[in-house]
């Protein structure tokens, strides 16, 4: 499969792209364009802005539905922009640098030489317009709103409604053609924070990888996501084992495993024992005192 695009409603495009067969967005205004997400590096950014320079030659601004690399680490090929994200870019930076040699590690073992290289030269640019809560922005003649969510798969989603096309581009809160990773998730509140993304039935939902579907996709998703859930929760509360939740998750061994060991990674400690009270002073016991009091009399001549 080699990038594309795909109009999924009028002015809103799906840019397909062949690694890790990612889903990117663009939602055109009157005045302005959305970029949504930017890719996995400088290299694979420019030849999106390059893509997105033949649908429209408005000024872009760029919003960010996760802080996994391969979400936003294309974005210095769009120049000085305002970047939107619910995860500030201290956090941003941080985790993005540890991801960025993680990332060129793995590639490197196995034998990819040139995307490594790729990711380890990408410049990081972090958000710089936090979205808490929601935010309509004004494209000019339409509104998209960005939408604070979570916790769910990270601990900063974000994903974008375009109401009047009927489109929700959702991230990696839903997947589509491999199962949901859960590294860095939330087992527990993730189908809560999709069933709540759901509430306004958008006709077309965009996944972060695979293809673009509709809101009845999404709903047998978000049932997979509380099942695995409630898979978690009943091995932790000793109800089923951990083989037979492997045997029964929707999304496979793998992804149960992972988010198994993501709940027990979240659950805190046990509290600790309180200590022992000091012993007492060694002694004899105190003295029992009864006391059988009689305070009446009784008139026999009565």
């Not at 073992?109 to 936090?130: D, M, T, W, Y």
């Not at 053609?177 to 999709?194: N, T």
């Not at 990888?209 to 859930?229: F, I, K, M, N, S």
Request: net charge negative.
């Amino acid at each position: 499969m080699s990038d594309r695009w795909i109009e999924v409603a009028d002015k809103v495009w799906v840019r397909r792209m062949e690694e890790l067969d990612q889903s990117l967005g663009l939602v055109i205004g009157e005045e302005c364009c959305l970029v949504i997400d930017t890719g996995v590096s400088a290299d694979a950014g420019y030849a999106f802005a390059t893509a997105v320079r033949e649908l429209t030659d408005l000024p872009w601004q760029v919003a960010y539905t996760h802080d996994h690399f391969d979400h936003w680490f294309g974005t210095a090929a769009f120049g000085e922009s305002a970047v939107w994200a619910a995860g500030d870019g201290a956090t941003y930076l941080s985790r993005g640098d540890e991801q960025r040699k993680r990332w060129a590690a793995k590639y490197r073992g196995q034998g990819r030489e040139e995307e490594a290289r790729r990711i380890a030269r990408s410049r990081l640019v972090p958000p710089n317009c936090r979205v808490n809560g929601a935010v309509g922005l004004n494209l000019g003649g339409r509104t998209v709103v960005l939408r604070q969510v979570g916790p769910a798969h990270s601990d900063n989603d974000m994903v974008v409604e375009v109401p009047d096309a009927g489109v929700l581009f959702a991230g990696d809160l839903l997947e589509g053609g491999a199962p949901p990773s859960y590294g860095s998730a939330f087992p527990y509140e993730w189908p809560q924070a999709v069933e709540y993304l759901l509430s306004w039935k958008p006709p077309i939902v965009v996944p972060g990888h695979g293809d673009p579907a509709d809101y009845w996709w999404a709903r047998t998703q978000a049932r997979d996501l509380a099942e695995v859930a409630r898979l978690c929760r009943e091995v932790a509360q000793g109800f089923v084992t951990k083989e037979e939740a492997l045997a029964h998750s929707p999304f496979g061994a793998e992804a149960m495993t992972a988010a198994l060991e993501r709940c027990e990674a979240l659950t805190p400690p046990p509290p600790e024992p309180a200590p022992p009270a000091p012993a007492a002073a060694q002694g004899p016991p105190p003295p029992v005192i009864v006391y059988d009091l009689f305070d009446y009399s009784i008139d026999m001549t009565r």
